[in-house]
């Protein structure tokens, strides 16, 4: 079946330009999560959705950064104002289950802001 | 969520099993023992997790040390495509922490 799937894969933005990044879950999975990934890091935890409900975004780095998931399946990534330290792969993840278990990761979308 | 000491990089032949190892000693005793890997250019993708029992699936062994405070990560027969970062993370609920893995490159 389908697996989780992102975009646009790649995105140059110059800085100070909004972005909005797409997430299309496996169909039915509650749970959605978003990660950053620096160049040459493990990817990095930003937020978390049960459903429609984001219950955890303790990891959105600034109050730039904002998620939705209005109808409880895709979700949307989006960026304000963009800096250079934004650049970065974003993943998004699903899960079948509510809080723990196999996280099924989409292929990213690469950010570069100029 | 306790972290995890995985070593930077390991070969190993393609064929043989390949022994990842990952410690994390200060572990809590709900918290699980997961395994992803990361291909190149491709997002992570789940491998195993475990509790406290050794665990078997398709793709992999994980066997965890009595005390919970180490795991060995097995690649029965190591393949090309088996070439990736794999990370070791120990976690309470759905929040992954991937750290830096180890880069394990598998050469014919």
């Known amino acids: 079946g389908a697996g989780v799937s992102q975009s646009p894969r790649y995105k140059v933005a110059k800085r100070g330009q909004d972005v909005a990044l797409r997430c299309d879950p496996i169909s039915g999975h509650v749970s959605l999560f978003w990660y950053q990934q620096a160049l040459g890091q493990g990817p990095e935890f930003l937020t978390y959705?049960?459903?429609?409900?984001?219950?955890?975004k303790s990891g959105l780095p600034s109050d730039r950064f904002f998620a939705e998931r209005p109808e409880g399946s895709v979700s949307t990534l989006k960026i304000q104002r963009t800096q250079q330290e934004d650049s970065a792969v974003y993943l998004c993840a699903s899960s079948s289950g509510f809080l723990d278990g196999e996280q099924f990761f989409g292929p990213g979308t690469r950010l570069t802001v100029l | 969520d306790a972290k995890t000491t995985q070593p930077t990089s390991m070969d190993c032949a393609e064929g043989r099993a390949a022994n990842l190892p990952c410690n994390h000693s200060t572990i809590s005793g709900n918290e699980y023992v997961y395994w992803y890997r990361q291909i190149h250019s491709q997002g992570p993708q789940y491998i195993i997790h475990g509790l406290k029992n050794n665990e078997t699936n398709e793709m992999a062994s994980l066997i965890i040390t009595e005390d919970r405070k180490s795991s060995t990560l097995i690649l029965p027969h190591a393949t090309l495509r088996d070439t990736a970062v794999y990370y070791c993370?120990?976690?309470?609920?759905?929040?992954?922490?991937f750290g830096a893995g180890t880069t394990v490159t598998v050469r014919a």
């Open positions: 993370i120990v976690a309470l609920d759905y929040k992954l922490s």
């Open positions: 959705f049960q459903n429609e409900a984001q219950l955890d």
